[in-house]
């Protein structure tokens, strides 16, 4: 796909925040720099963005700042022209997007929360905003559960009515997914020097001052990439070709082995699983829908379904694992069970057999 450039539209991508409920994979890396189907989150996000025909790309960072730069640079390897901005203490999400105000080049800016995948028409959602002359556009989509998320009521012309944000009893099943079209001067209207949510703050205040607001719904591939078994499920749709990624294309399968892996012939790797570089996979060992870091050790016989395996950890022969996170260069041992949202901190050992554990989230 390639589309019409867009001199007049800037990009920002929120990257700044902790990726708390990552843990511990986020304690060596921002959640956007994770990796997924064998490239750091936040490159399936950018090369969407240049396919829209933005060029211009601003990350707000603040957690982790260097690790961004020290990877994508100035952006050219992408056809980019990135910039960076660094909060010393982080803004907030309203706070980090009025912060970037100054480099704003056009008269029309994108805003992406950085640890969404989806396949909304970005190029549609600015047709949107433009045909509707709103302040601010939002990219909105249904899910079962809304209330890990901003719920989002639009009346029949599609205006937005109400922002509430992580509300218990949400009145609506569509919710805020995480990239809006802000007018320049709705951007420099944030206040700054001090943290802003744009959630709780600026949304609902721009609905009281009367200002336009509208959505744009879709159903697209959708998912916040926030928590352990949504990083998981999302990297293998990635993986299966079930979500849209520009730098995947016609590479999906069920299972992707980046270079230099030892994979024993009898083992299964399957369910959009990925093997990171130099990674070693055992006999008769099963391994799906999971991410395996770069230099993981799965031994003989070991079982691994739905989780995410930190980089060069190893998990004995014969062990379980179920829906869970094992952090950098942890060690388990043999025949050991892990279940339902267990995570393991790294370089932890855990010895041989004997241990059971299960974590409710
Ligand atoms: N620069 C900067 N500074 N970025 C930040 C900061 C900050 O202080 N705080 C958070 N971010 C970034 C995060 O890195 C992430 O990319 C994005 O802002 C959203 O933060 P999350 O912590 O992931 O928020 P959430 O998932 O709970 O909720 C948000 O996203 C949902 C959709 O995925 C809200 O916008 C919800 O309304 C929305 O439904
Ligand atoms: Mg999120």
């Known amino acids: 796909m390639s589309a019409q450039r867009r001199d007049d539209v800037d990009a920002v ?8 409920r990552l843990r511990p994979l986020t304690l060596s890396a921002p959640k956007p720099m994770l990796p997924t189907a064998g490239v750091p989150f936040l490159t399936h996000l950018l090369s969407r963005i240049k396919a829209a025909g933005v060029d211009h790309v601003i990350l707000g960072t603040s957690y982790q700042a260097e690790v961004f730069s020290e990877y994508f640079g100035d952006g050219a390897s992408l056809g980019l022209d990135l910039e960076y901005v660094i909060e010393t203490e982080p803004l907030g999400t309203g706070g980090a997007i009025g912060n970037v105000a100054h480099l704003l080049r056009g008269s029309t800016a994108m805003i992406f929360n950085g640890d969404v995948l989806s396949g909304c028409d970005l190029s549609a959602l600015l047709a ?29 012309d599609g205006r937005v009515t109400g922002f509430l944000e992580k509300d218990p009893d949400p009145v609506t099943d569509q919710i805020n997914a995480g990239t809006y079209v802000f007018t320049r001067e709705v951007v420099e209207s944030i206040p700054v020097g001090r943290p802003v949510s744009v959630e709780r703050e600026t949304f609902p205040q721009l609905l009281e001052s009367g200002a336009m607001l509208v959505g ?53 790797l399957t369910g959009g699983t990925t093997v990171g570089r130099g990674c070693t996979v055992g006999s008769g060992a099963v391994v799906i829908g999971s991410v395996l870091f770069d230099g993981a050790v799965v031994a003989a016989g070991a079982r691994i379904t739905d989780s995410i395996v930190g980089t060069d950890a190893r998990i004995g022969e014969g062990s379980v694992l179920c829906d869970v996170v094992i952090g950098d260069r942890a060690r388990i041992g043999r025949n050991v069970e892990l279940l339902a949202g267990a995570r393991v901190w790294p370089e932890v050992e855990l010895p041989d057999g004997g241990v059971r554990f299960s974590a409710d989230r």
């Not at 991508?13 to 708390?20: A, D, E, R, S």
């Not at 002359?133 to 939002?138: F, G, I, K, M, R």
């Not at 999302?234 to 294309?249: K, N, T």
């Open 128 to 156: 949107r905003h433009e045909r509707a002359q709103a302040d601010v556009t939002l990219h909105l989509t249904k899910v079962s559960d809304p209330r890990a998320f901003g719920c989002v009521p639009t009346d029949p």
């Open 13 to 20: 991508v929120l990257v700044g925040g902790k990726g708390t």
């Open 216 to 268: 744009y719904v879709d159903s697209t591939y959708w998912r916040d990439l926030g928590k352990p078994s949504d990083f998981a499920a999302g990297s293998a749709d990635l993986v299966r070709g079930l979500a849209p990624s520009a730098v995947l294309a016609g590479r999906t399968g069920e299972a992707l082995v980046l270079e230099g892996c030892a994979i024993a012939p009898d083992a299964t």
